[in-house]
């Protein structure tokens, strides 16, 4: 963890190889050419324990026997610092970071539809916002790589359809997002349902996409921590299936994986969940695509792989466009909330390098 986090992360604008290499990661090379099911099952033998284990492995795209066993310091970051979880919820994080923004003269323009970017002598000259042209020195986009790249003329691309179509995708997910009018026992905070094959959801994830047969699945319990968070006597939760992207997605399948967890969290827990709902919503692949524009629907971002990462994903600067600059999970570092926010400060770094220079 301390060699991904401290000496990695942060200075790793994926420019080239050489990022890689130091004195510290040249005695860990191995890490990097071993996977993490083989350096998982070398230190446990029990299968609860190996499951707990590989679960965050299937967030990064990849099964735990395709995955570098240097990513293993995810469950460091699990087990050794523990989860972190703010109050109200993970809303508090983006309201401090707009406040922050606007203390330094961010001016903030929501629900806008973004139409197209336009360029003038290869160079950023505004975007269309909302239909109307808006004029802008550097533009850093945030949102799904392949979508802001969509917005170019074609010959401003840097990646084609082909390029995005090979790639190999973390997953989507199917959430159900439920208020109770009832407390919940002999469940937790955080609550792991690995009691089916994790091998299978994993293969029926990556290598023959389809809906899972029988889903490893997670219940999230916020108000088992911060009462606040439901009124007296009832819980907020939601649950969460991974899945493969791309997948048919309708209300009828929704549904019917709906009561195949709850069916599973009544026999383990004993609670009869379904009976005392009385806020429901679920979000799945075609609202990932809808709502973020996510290619394939995909929740995740590109697969953590071996040949997806750092310098071999897509970069922080556009090669064809001046003053274009990407920020997010599509680009280094990779998948996930921290990463994605730690791509901002990259590109920031970048930016402000290249302004200097001029």
């Known amino acids: 963890y301390d060699l991904a986090v401290t000496n990695m992360l942060y200075k790793m604008p994926g420019k080239s190889i050489f990022e890689l290499i130091n004195s510290k990661t040249i005695l860990k090379v191995n890490l990097f050419f071993t996977n993490i099911k083989n350096d998982i099952e070398k230190r446990f033998r029990d299968s609860r324990l190996r499951s707990v284990l590989q679960f965050p492995v299937l967030f990064l795209g990849a099964k735990p026997s395709n995955t570098p066993a240097f990513y293993n310091f995810m469950n ?78 074609e010959r401003f691309r840097q990646y084609s359809e082909s390029y995005w179509n090979n790639r190999t995708w973390s997953p989507s997910s199917l959430l159900f997002y439920l208020g109770l009018d009832k407390k919940l026992s002999n469940l937790n905070h955080h609550n792991l349902f690995f009691d089916t094959d994790f091998d299978k959801h994993a293969d029926e994830i990556y290598t023959n996409p389809k809906w899972p047969s029988n889903p490893l699945f997670y219940l999230n319990i916020t108000s088992k921590t911060y009462q606040h968070t439901a009124p007296p006597g009832h819980e907020n939760c939601f649950i969460l299936i991974p899945l493969s992207t791309n997948l048919e997605d309708s209300e009828t399948i929704r549904e019917k994986y709906f009561k195949i967890v709850l069916d599973r969290i009544k026999k383990i827990s004993g609670n009869d969940i379904e009976k005392h709902i009385i806020y429901k919503r679920s979000f799945c692949v075609s609202d990932f695509k809808e709502t973020y524009n996510s290619f394939g629907g995909n929740a995740y971002g590109l697969a953590n792989t071996l040949m997806q990462t750092a310098f071999l994903r897509p970069k922080l600067q556009s090669k064809k466009v001046k003053k274009l600059y990407f920020s997010g999970q599509l680009t280094v570092p990779g998948p996930g909330v921290p990463p994605a926010i730690v791509s901002g400060k990259l590109v920031s770094d970048i930016i402000i390098n290249n302004e200097r220079t001029f």
Not at 85 to 102: L, R
Not at 115 to 127: A, C, D, L, P, S
Request: charge should be negative; charged fraction near 25%; glycine fraction near 8%.
């Open 76 to 153: 460091y970051a699990d087990f050794g610092l523990g989860t972190w979880q703010p109050k109200n919820g993970f809303y508090d994080v983006v309201k401090a970071m707009v406040s922050v923004a606007e203390e330094n003269g961010a001016v903030f323009n929501t629900n806008s539809e973004i139409n197209k970017i336009e360029i003038e002598k290869k160079q950023v000259k505004g975007i269309y916002v909302n239909g109307e042209l808006q004029k802008c020195d550097i533009l850093i986009s945030g949102a799904d790589y392949h979508h802001t790249e969509s917005l170019l003329e």
